[in-house]
């Protein structure tokens, strides 16, 4: 169900960027676009990261260094 409505969703930025493109042009329906899709995948992505553990810190580069050699 989850894959299906992740498909839905592309499908209807895409859809939408298309009625972008004709009224801005396709200059603007690509940032439109790429803008739309990120939104979507960082939201998607931190949904799926609390789900899956209810302690999930982020680390930086150097703590990542220091503790997972």
Do not use: C, P
């Not at 169900?1 to 801005?24: E, N």
């Amino acid at each position: 169900m989850k894959t299906i409505f992740y498909k839905f969703m592309l499908t209807m930025i895409v859809a939408v960027g298309l009625l972008v493109g004709v009224v801005k042009g396709q200059e603007a329906r690509q940032k439109w676009v790429m803008k739309k899709k990120m939104k979507y995948e960082q939201k998607r992505n931190q949904v799926v990261g609390t789900i899956g553990s209810n302690s999930l810190v982020m680390l930086d580069e150097y703590e990542m260094a220091t503790y997972h050699q």
